[in-house]
């Protein structure tokens, strides 16, 4: 089994749709979650960054953390085309720095 | 610009050869890290420096690959007699300090394609 777990898609969504992203993972030490967004051609950027379990929102985004099951999602309000890219979780265990991605959800905004 | 660089930002080489792939951090960040996506993989984690030190050199694939990183700069990741699986994206990510807030700032990646 994986350390991350994650759908690789494609998923496709019509516009102003609400978007949810998911990954489970292995390892119960992991207190630190990410996600990062990723174009086409270039490197992933920092979206959400959440440490243990809870909620964060940030305009459209909202990253939920649920350590007891092990899930991890990132929803996507109000969705728009410029949201077309691949989503990639990422956590850590916080007592090195070594951070384990998942494969990555590649998202299709459809005008 | 002041984000992380990298070059080549394509390499075509023939099997065997050997290639080097350069890594110019952000400047002031301590904390380098290599990574290689595959095409519908994720980013696969190869090797992590904290200044000129790689405390965790636990996902270099084989002992084809090495990494060093001088002056608490520049790294250069070198894969030796190069197979085609070797073929992927390697990016190279920096961060200020410790990188488990997830504050990792990633170059545009150096395609390799071995033939």
């Known amino acids: 089994q994986k350390e991350v777990e994650q759908d690789p898609g494609p998923l496709s969504v019509p516009e102003g749709a609400i978007v949810s992203l998911n990954c489970t993972y292995s390892?119960?030490?992991?207190?630190?979650f990410m996600w990062y967004r990723q174009y086409s051609r270039k490197g992933p950027e920092l979206l959400m960054y959440t440490y243990s379990s809870g909620n964060k929102e940030d305009g459209r985004f909202t990253a939920q953390v649920d350590k007891s099951s092990k899930y991890i999602s990132l929803f996507i309000r109000d969705s728009q085309p410029s949201d077309s890219a691949t989503y990639l979780c990422a956590m850590s265990w916080g007592e090195d720095d070594k951070i384990i991605f998942g494969k990555g959800t590649r998202l299709h905004i459809l005008p | 610009g002041a984000g992380v660089s990298q070059s080549p930002s394509n390499k075509v080489t023939e099997k065997g050869k050997d290639v080097e792939l350069r890594c110019d951090p952000i400047?002031?960040?301590?904390?380098l890290y290599w990574y290689r996506q595959s095409l519908g993989q994720g980013l696969e984690f190869l090797i992590y420096f904290q200044g000129n030190s790689a405390p965790d050199k636990s996902g270099l694939p084989s002992d084809r690959f090495s990494a060093e990183r001088t002056g608490g700069s520049v790294s250069t990741l070198t894969i030796q007699r190069t197979q085609q699986e070797d073929s992927a994206v390697y990016l190279c990510?920096?961060?200020?300090?410790?990188?488990?807030?997830?504050?990792?700032?990633f170059g545009e990646g150096s395609r390799l394609t071995v033939l």
């Open positions: 990510a920096s961060s200020l300090v410790a990188a488990n807030t997830g504050e990792l700032f």
């Open positions: 400047s002031g960040h301590t904390a």
């Open positions: 390892n119960s030490a992991f207190q630190y």
